[in-house]
């Protein structure tokens, strides 16, 4: 078909794969489109993980990640190596999602083709360059220049028209991490062993509550990782509980949270789950403790109470609906969160309601829409 739109989807880590597939999908099923993607792999393992569960294989891999790689040369050599892939494809659009290196650097490389980028998750602001750092400013600079932000909230939408960008490039899509868990959730039920694999840890934690633990952001290393594991630790010395944590590959995470809780009964120190794994952790769990921002996402919309380890956050929706809780990243403070939801059932139950304030599984169809009406 002649006129089809040719759509270059740029990502790299695990979080974008997990909310692009389903755009991707829709894509490749849609004459209008010619999809091609490109990851950067910035994450290789754990964006291989998501990668295979999709069934996506990228035209373009550029291999990127190095161990304990740094802000700035990976930034450096992403704008080089995605700028020879939009030479070589000369895509009608860019597309990218979120607010990590490949995407500053993806869309970056687009622009100085003039080439139109199309922003997924466009809007998202705490409000402080340092939290989530650098991301917050990652997203705010693809907000400059991008042609199409596919907000998804109302809120993120007039973050970005506060910041006198364009109303009419500005659309409310709904966030693509729900359409990625309705996805995922099916995939289970149609195939139960997908998410099997936490049996054992399931029965040696049969007779306690489940915390189901994510922690990785740049801005806690250091002394919030301490006192992350240090709430952790206090926690896990409750008999009535236990910690399930697949722990993150970056080395600045596993050394400290291996070296302080590698060695406690109640918590399991687990590698990366593949997406329907941390489905089924999210499933079991009582409730999540996390910095990420994805699991923020999630959680609400299982109804999972989520106590986010973070100063501020981008995603206010949830804790205006009640699910979600900022705790920071102090022991005592996480600590009293935690005991709170489990020795309190009122407050408890106030939390743990199923709602989405993220969307409605329909946002990739959204987006793949206005990519051919612009
Ligand atoms: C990155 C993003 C962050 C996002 C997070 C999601 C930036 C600056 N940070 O943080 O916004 O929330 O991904 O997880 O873009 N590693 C592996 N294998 C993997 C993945 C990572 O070994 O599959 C190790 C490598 O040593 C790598 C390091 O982790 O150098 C850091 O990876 P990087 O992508 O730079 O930062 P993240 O902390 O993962
Ligand atoms: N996730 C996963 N396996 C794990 C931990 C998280 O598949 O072991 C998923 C989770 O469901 C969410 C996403 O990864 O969709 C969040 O990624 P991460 O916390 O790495 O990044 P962030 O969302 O903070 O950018």
Known sequence: MANRQKILTVFGTR???????PLIHVLEADERFESVVCVSAQHRAMLDQVLAIAGIVPEYD????????????????AVVEIGKVLDEERPDWVVVQGDTTTVM??????????????HVEAGLRSGNIHHPWPEEVNRRMVGTFAALHCAPTETAARALKRENIDASSVHVTGNTVIDALEWVTKRIE??????????????RFADKRIIGMTSHRRENFGEGMMQIAD??????ARDDVAVVFPV????NVRAVMNDRLGALDNVALIEPLD???????????HLMLT??????????????????????????????????????????????AVERLLEDETAYSAMARAHNPFGDGKAAARIADLLTAQ
């Open 190 to 203: 149609n195939e139960p062993s997908l998410a099997s694999g936490l049996a054992g840890i399931e029965r």
């Open 248 to 251: 993150h590959l970056n080395p």
């Open 275 to 285: 997406y329907p794994h941390f489905a089924r952790l999210l499933d079991i769990s």
């Open 231 to 236: 709430a952790v630790t206090r926690i896990a």
């Open 15 to 21: 979080p974008e794969a997990i909310k692009l597939f």
């Open 105 to 118: 650097a993806g869309a970056l490389a687009a622009y100085y083709r003039k080439i139109p980028v199309c």
């Open 291 to 336: 910095d990420s921002g994805g699991v923020q996402e999630e959680a609400p919309a299982l109804g999972k109470p989520v106590l986010v380890m973070r100063e501020t956050t981008e995603r206010p929706e949830g804790i205006e609906a009640g699910t979600a809780m900022l705790v920071g990243t102090n022991a005592d403070t996480i600590v009293s």
């Open 62 to 77: 550029l291999d990127l990640m190095t161990p304990g790689q740094t802000l700035d040369a990976l930034t450096a050599r």
